[in-house]
């Protein structure tokens, strides 16, 4: 797996075939060593549109293995997690709201 590296900012290249690059963090992961060819043939000039730069082999290595259920349980509980908060947000919202409706009509009829 190959990225390509601006060696000034630490940077990587997002990939594209447009006037301007664009970088980031992460940046782009071509596959193979051709791949990273055909995305530098797309440039008139490759050396001169990615000057200071270089292109960085990565290997990649395990970092953890996850059962499949045991994913998607992590998924579901973040998911109910989720939909939890929004409920509670919702019911504080529409409790401000009657709050509100309320103090409204006690000034309405004098209450």
């Not at 006037?19 to 992460?26: C, F, I, Q």
């Not at 940046?27 to 000039?45: M, P, V, Y």
Request: with cysteine; glycine share 8%.
């Amino acid at each position: 797996m190959y990225k390509i590296r601006n060696k000034i900012t630490g940077l990587y290249s997002s990939g594209g075939s447009g006037y301007r690059l664009r970088w980031s963090k992460k940046g782009k992961i071509w596959a193979e060593r051709g791949h990273i060819s055909n995305h530098l043939a797309l440039f008139r000039d490759p050396m001169k549109t990615y000057a200071d730069c270089e292109i960085v082999e990565i290997e990649p290595t395990v970092k953890e293995i996850v059962s499949i259920s045991d994913w998607c349980k992590g998924v579901t509980e973040r998911r109910e997690a989720r939909n939890k908060a929004a409920k509670e947000q919702l019911e504080e919202f529409r409790k401000e709201q009657r709050r509100k409706q309320f103090m409204e009509l006690s000034k309405e009829f004098g209450l």
